[in-house]
């Protein structure tokens, strides 16, 4: 059986390609509402002892996807 994620879950797997201090420890996906992230975690230090970091990137979005700019309102009727 292959294997398939389920709504409100997902899988994290060691980084074996990190090369980077900054790069995550580990790295997996998860699915959230129908929508998969990809998901990255950082082991930290603090005074309360050791705890994960997590970061959620949705994989639909393209690495080099740019924001929209924000539309110009060139309306001269607004009176500031």
Same mark, same amino acid.
């Given at each position: &059986?292959?294997?398939?994620?389920?709504?409100? =879950? /997902? %899988?994290?797997?060691?980084?074996?390609?990190?090369?980077?201090?900054?790069? !995550?420890? &580990?790295?997996?996906?998860?699915?959230?509402? /129908?929508?998969?992230? +990809?998901? =990255? *975690?950082?082991? #930290?230090? /603090?005074?309360? /002892?050791? +705890?994960? %970091?997590?970061?959620?990137?949705? #994989?639909?979005?393209? !690495?080099?996807?740019? !924001? *929209?700019? *924000? %539309?110009?309102?060139?309306?001269?009727?607004? !009176?500031?």
């Amino acid at each position: &059986m292959a294997y398939e994620i389920r709504e409100l =879950s /997902g %899988s994290l797997f060691k980084n074996e390609k990190k090369t980077d201090e900054k790069h !995550p420890q &580990m790295q997996g996906s998860c699915l959230i509402e /129908g929508v998969e992230y +990809w998901v =990255s *975690a950082w082991t #930290k230090e /603090g005074t309360k /002892g050791r +705890w994960q %970091s997590l970061a959620f990137k949705r #994989k639909d979005v393209k !690495p080099d996807a740019k !924001p *929209a700019p *924000a %539309s110009i309102d060139d309306d001269d009727s607004v !009176p500031f």
